[in-house]
Protein backbone atom coordinates (compact mmCIF):
# COMPACT_ATOMS: atom_id res chain seq x y z
CA UNK A 1 0.00 0.00 0.00
CA UNK A 2 1.61 3.24 -0.81
CA UNK A 3 2.33 5.60 1.77
CA UNK A 4 0.11 9.01 1.60
CA UNK A 5 2.44 12.22 2.45
CA UNK A 6 0.90 15.12 4.01
CA UNK A 7 1.10 17.46 1.21
CA UNK A 8 -1.50 14.74 -0.44
CA UNK A 9 -3.98 16.11 2.20
CA UNK A 10 -6.99 17.31 0.96
CA UNK A 11 -7.09 21.05 1.50
CA UNK A 12 -10.23 21.33 3.81
CA UNK A 13 -8.34 18.83 6.26
CA UNK A 14 -4.97 20.49 6.27
CA UNK A 15 -6.97 24.04 7.03
CA UNK A 16 -8.53 22.05 10.11
CA UNK A 17 -5.29 20.83 11.65
CA UNK A 18 -3.03 24.36 10.34
CA UNK A 19 -5.92 26.00 12.63
CA UNK A 20 -4.92 24.65 15.79
CA UNK A 21 -1.07 25.03 15.44
CA UNK A 22 -1.10 28.71 16.86
CA UNK A 23 0.18 32.30 14.97
CA UNK A 24 4.09 31.10 15.73
CA UNK A 25 4.06 28.21 13.56
CA UNK A 26 1.71 29.52 11.02
CA UNK A 27 4.21 32.26 10.32
CA UNK A 28 6.93 30.92 10.15
CA UNK A 29 6.69 27.33 9.82
CA UNK A 30 4.06 26.01 7.89
CA UNK A 31 4.78 28.46 5.02
CA UNK A 32 8.02 27.03 3.96
CA UNK A 33 7.05 23.53 4.10
CA UNK A 34 5.49 22.46 0.37
CA UNK A 35 3.27 24.58 -1.83
CA UNK A 36 0.30 22.99 -0.42
CA UNK A 37 0.99 23.56 2.88
CA UNK A 38 1.61 27.17 2.23
CA UNK A 39 -1.66 27.75 0.25
CA UNK A 40 -3.84 26.22 2.90
CA UNK A 41 -2.06 28.51 5.75
CA UNK A 42 -3.16 31.09 3.82
CA UNK A 43 -7.01 29.84 4.72
CA UNK A 44 -8.77 32.70 6.76
CA UNK A 45 -9.96 29.83 9.04
CA UNK A 46 -6.61 29.30 9.96
CA UNK A 47 -6.65 32.69 11.38
CA UNK A 48 -9.75 32.80 13.22
CA UNK A 49 -8.27 32.56 17.13
CA UNK A 50 -5.62 34.72 17.63
CA UNK A 51 -3.74 34.74 20.69
CA UNK A 52 -0.54 37.59 20.36
CA UNK A 53 2.17 37.14 22.97
CA UNK A 54 2.11 39.74 24.86
CA UNK A 55 4.86 41.47 24.06
CA UNK A 56 6.11 41.91 20.75
CA UNK A 57 8.63 45.02 21.76
CA UNK A 58 11.31 44.10 23.72
CA UNK A 59 15.05 44.98 24.05
CA UNK A 60 15.62 42.24 26.37
CA UNK A 61 14.06 39.28 24.42
CA UNK A 62 13.79 38.45 20.58
CA UNK A 63 10.43 38.19 20.06
CA UNK A 64 7.75 36.93 17.81
CA UNK A 65 8.31 40.00 15.96
CA UNK A 66 11.82 39.83 15.56
CA UNK A 67 11.49 36.23 14.08
CA UNK A 68 9.05 37.66 11.83
CA UNK A 69 11.52 40.22 10.45
CA UNK A 70 14.24 38.41 9.87
CA UNK A 71 12.59 35.37 8.23
CA UNK A 72 10.65 37.29 5.40
CA UNK A 73 13.80 40.03 5.49
CA UNK A 74 12.17 42.74 6.72
CA UNK A 75 13.78 46.16 8.16
CA UNK A 76 11.33 47.74 10.03
CA UNK A 77 8.00 46.83 10.98
CA UNK A 78 6.25 48.09 13.68
CA UNK A 79 3.90 46.80 16.26
CA UNK A 80 0.72 48.00 14.72
CA UNK A 81 1.86 46.99 10.83
CA UNK A 82 2.26 43.70 12.17
CA UNK A 83 -0.86 43.11 14.37
CA UNK A 84 -2.88 44.57 11.48
CA UNK A 85 -0.95 42.19 8.57
CA UNK A 86 -2.22 39.31 10.95
CA UNK A 87 -5.85 40.28 11.60
CA UNK A 88 -5.95 40.69 8.11
CA UNK A 89 -5.12 36.90 7.37
CA UNK A 90 -8.61 36.19 8.84
CA UNK A 91 -10.80 38.34 6.25
CA UNK A 92 -13.39 39.01 8.78
CA UNK A 93 -13.53 35.66 10.08
CA UNK A 94 -11.56 35.70 13.50
CA UNK A 95 -13.72 35.42 16.79
CA UNK A 96 -11.11 35.07 19.02
CA UNK A 97 -8.33 38.13 19.75
CA UNK A 98 -5.79 38.64 22.43
CA UNK A 99 -4.23 41.84 21.11
CA UNK A 100 -0.40 42.41 22.39
CA UNK A 101 1.15 45.62 24.44
CA UNK A 102 2.02 48.36 22.70
CA UNK A 103 -0.85 48.96 20.53
CA UNK A 104 -2.40 52.27 19.80
CA UNK A 105 -5.58 52.82 18.84
CA UNK A 106 -5.14 52.38 15.10
CA UNK A 107 -5.17 48.68 15.58
CA UNK A 108 -8.25 48.88 17.68
CA UNK A 109 -10.15 50.82 14.71
CA UNK A 110 -8.65 48.35 12.05
CA UNK A 111 -10.22 45.66 14.31
CA UNK A 112 -13.60 47.22 14.52
CA UNK A 113 -13.98 47.14 11.25
CA UNK A 114 -12.27 44.11 10.06
CA UNK A 115 -13.66 41.72 12.80
CA UNK A 116 -17.24 42.16 13.33
CA UNK A 117 -17.32 38.67 14.17
CA UNK A 118 -15.62 38.43 17.30
CA UNK A 119 -17.10 37.08 20.39
CA UNK A 120 -13.56 36.85 22.95
CA UNK A 121 -11.02 40.45 22.68
CA UNK A 122 -8.39 41.56 24.75
CA UNK A 123 -7.22 45.19 24.80
CA UNK A 124 -4.08 45.91 26.30
CA UNK A 125 -3.66 48.87 28.63
CA UNK A 126 -2.15 50.87 25.92
CA UNK A 127 -5.16 51.19 24.08
CA UNK A 128 -7.28 52.07 27.09
CA UNK A 129 -5.12 54.58 28.92
CA UNK A 130 -6.24 57.47 27.50
CA UNK A 131 -8.79 59.96 28.58
CA UNK A 132 -10.30 60.44 25.57
CA UNK A 133 -10.14 57.02 24.37
CA UNK A 134 -12.31 55.58 21.00
CA UNK A 135 -12.42 52.08 22.56
CA UNK A 136 -16.36 52.57 24.35
CA UNK A 137 -17.61 54.30 20.53
CA UNK A 138 -16.04 51.28 18.73
CA UNK A 139 -18.21 48.61 21.33
CA UNK A 140 -20.91 48.98 18.99
CA UNK A 141 -19.24 47.46 16.09
CA UNK A 142 -18.59 43.65 18.25
CA UNK A 143 -22.57 43.04 18.67
CA UNK A 144 -21.23 39.80 19.33
CA UNK A 145 -19.09 40.16 21.54
CA UNK A 146 -19.50 37.89 25.13
CA UNK A 147 -16.11 37.98 26.72
CA UNK A 148 -13.88 40.87 27.24
CA UNK A 149 -10.53 41.22 28.97
CA UNK A 150 -9.37 44.92 29.65
CA UNK A 151 -5.65 45.79 30.54
CA UNK A 152 -6.97 48.31 32.60
CA UNK A 153 -10.03 50.02 34.21
CA UNK A 154 -9.55 53.16 32.53
CA UNK A 155 -12.87 54.13 30.40
CA UNK A 156 -14.67 51.47 32.27
CA UNK A 157 -17.78 52.33 33.05
CA UNK A 158 -18.31 54.38 28.83
CA UNK A 159 -17.15 50.94 28.04
CA UNK A 160 -19.61 48.50 30.18
CA UNK A 161 -22.52 51.16 28.76
CA UNK A 162 -21.95 50.51 25.49
CA UNK A 163 -21.94 46.69 25.88
CA UNK A 164 -25.09 46.98 27.59
CA UNK A 165 -26.39 49.07 24.53
CA UNK A 166 -24.91 46.43 21.78
CA UNK A 167 -23.78 42.87 22.98
CA UNK A 168 -26.74 41.10 23.58
CA UNK A 169 -24.90 37.80 24.33
CA UNK A 170 -21.94 39.60 26.33
CA UNK A 171 -21.23 37.18 29.64
CA UNK A 172 -18.04 37.67 30.89
CA UNK A 173 -15.64 40.61 32.26
CA UNK A 174 -11.81 40.66 33.16
CA UNK A 175 -10.02 43.89 34.33
CA UNK A 176 -6.90 43.69 34.95
CA UNK A 177 -5.14 46.62 37.62
CA UNK A 178 -8.41 47.72 38.06
CA UNK A 179 -9.98 50.21 40.53
CA UNK A 180 -13.38 49.92 41.21
CA UNK A 181 -15.36 52.64 43.48
CA UNK A 182 -18.82 52.82 43.68
CA UNK A 183 -19.17 54.23 40.31
CA UNK A 184 -17.74 51.30 38.35
CA UNK A 185 -19.23 48.74 40.72
CA UNK A 186 -22.81 50.58 40.02
CA UNK A 187 -22.13 50.63 36.48
CA UNK A 188 -21.31 46.78 35.95
CA UNK A 189 -24.53 46.14 38.47
CA UNK A 190 -26.81 48.47 36.48
CA UNK A 191 -25.16 47.28 32.81
CA UNK A 192 -24.62 43.63 33.35
CA UNK A 193 -26.87 42.64 35.90
CA UNK A 194 -26.82 39.15 34.31
CA UNK A 195 -22.96 38.83 33.89
CA UNK A 196 -21.93 35.25 34.47
CA UNK A 197 -18.00 35.53 34.94
CA UNK A 198 -15.97 38.70 36.32
CA UNK A 199 -12.14 38.33 37.36
CA UNK A 200 -11.69 41.62 38.99
CA UNK A 201 -8.01 39.89 40.61
CA UNK A 202 -5.53 42.25 42.37
CA UNK A 203 -7.95 45.28 41.71
CA UNK A 204 -8.53 48.05 44.60
CA UNK A 205 -12.28 47.46 45.54
CA UNK A 206 -13.41 48.65 49.04
CA UNK A 207 -15.71 46.23 50.73
CA UNK A 208 -18.69 48.44 49.95
CA UNK A 209 -18.18 48.26 46.54
CA UNK A 210 -17.95 44.85 46.42
CA UNK A 211 -21.19 44.14 48.53
CA UNK A 212 -22.57 46.33 45.26
CA UNK A 213 -21.48 43.83 43.21
CA UNK A 214 -22.21 40.71 44.98
CA UNK A 215 -26.00 42.06 46.10
CA UNK A 216 -26.84 43.27 42.52
CA UNK A 217 -24.98 40.42 40.09
CA UNK A 218 -27.60 37.54 41.20
CA UNK A 219 -26.32 35.43 37.86
CA UNK A 220 -22.61 34.94 38.88
CA UNK A 221 -21.43 31.97 38.38
CA UNK A 222 -17.42 32.62 39.17
CA UNK A 223 -16.20 35.78 40.61
CA UNK A 224 -12.24 35.63 41.35
CA UNK A 225 -11.00 39.29 43.48
CA UNK A 226 -8.05 37.38 44.68
CA UNK A 227 -5.48 39.19 46.02
CA UNK A 228 -7.38 42.52 46.37
CA UNK A 229 -6.93 45.44 48.58
CA UNK A 230 -10.05 47.08 50.27
CA UNK A 231 -11.77 43.90 52.05
CA UNK A 232 -10.67 41.15 53.71
CA UNK A 233 -10.92 37.34 52.09
CA UNK A 234 -12.77 35.97 55.30
CA UNK A 235 -15.09 38.83 56.41
CA UNK A 236 -18.18 36.82 57.05
CA UNK A 237 -20.28 39.02 55.15
CA UNK A 238 -18.89 38.83 52.08
CA UNK A 239 -18.52 34.90 52.24
CA UNK A 240 -22.36 34.99 53.13
CA UNK A 241 -22.77 37.01 50.24
CA UNK A 242 -21.02 35.51 47.54
CA UNK A 243 -22.34 31.47 48.75
CA UNK A 244 -24.29 31.27 46.55
CA UNK A 245 -22.06 31.77 43.76
CA UNK A 246 -20.40 28.26 42.35
CA UNK A 247 -16.89 29.34 42.06
CA UNK A 248 -15.89 32.26 44.03
CA UNK A 249 -12.24 33.29 44.50
CA UNK A 250 -10.88 35.68 47.35
CA UNK A 251 -7.69 34.49 48.83
CA UNK A 252 -5.05 36.65 49.53
CA UNK A 253 -7.39 40.28 50.04
CA UNK A 254 -6.61 42.33 52.78
CA UNK A 255 -7.86 45.76 53.79
CA UNK A 256 -5.25 48.66 52.88
CA UNK A 257 -2.32 49.24 54.96
CA UNK A 258 -0.88 51.97 54.07
CA UNK A 259 1.80 51.80 55.84
CA UNK A 260 2.99 49.29 53.90
CA UNK A 261 3.17 51.17 50.31
CA UNK A 262 2.10 49.90 47.21
CA UNK A 263 1.58 47.25 46.40
CA UNK A 264 2.15 46.06 42.48
CA UNK A 265 -0.74 43.35 41.61
CA UNK A 266 -0.14 43.77 37.63
CA UNK A 267 -1.15 40.23 37.12
CA UNK A 268 -1.11 38.36 33.86
CA UNK A 269 -4.34 39.22 31.62
CA UNK A 270 -3.90 36.12 29.69
CA UNK A 271 -4.79 33.54 32.79
CA UNK A 272 -6.90 31.28 31.84
CA UNK A 273 -10.21 31.66 29.64
CA UNK A 274 -13.53 32.93 30.20
CA UNK A 275 -15.84 29.59 29.26
CA UNK A 276 -19.30 29.35 28.94
Known amino acids: MEERKWEDLECHCLVNVLGRVGMESLLLDVPFVCKSWYKASLDPSCWKHL ?104 NLVNIITQISLACNKFSGLCVSSATIQEEEASAIVTNLPNIKYLILRGAWIDFEDLVIILQGCKNLVHLDVRDCLGFDFDDEKVLELASNIKTFKCEGSMLVDYDDGVIDHDYDVYEGYISS
Open 51 to 154: VFPKDLDSERDFTLLDRFKEKYKIENCSVDAFTKFVVGRSHGNCTGLFLPNGCTEEVAKYVADECPALTALLLPSDILRCESSIVPTLIGKWEHLENLWLGSSE
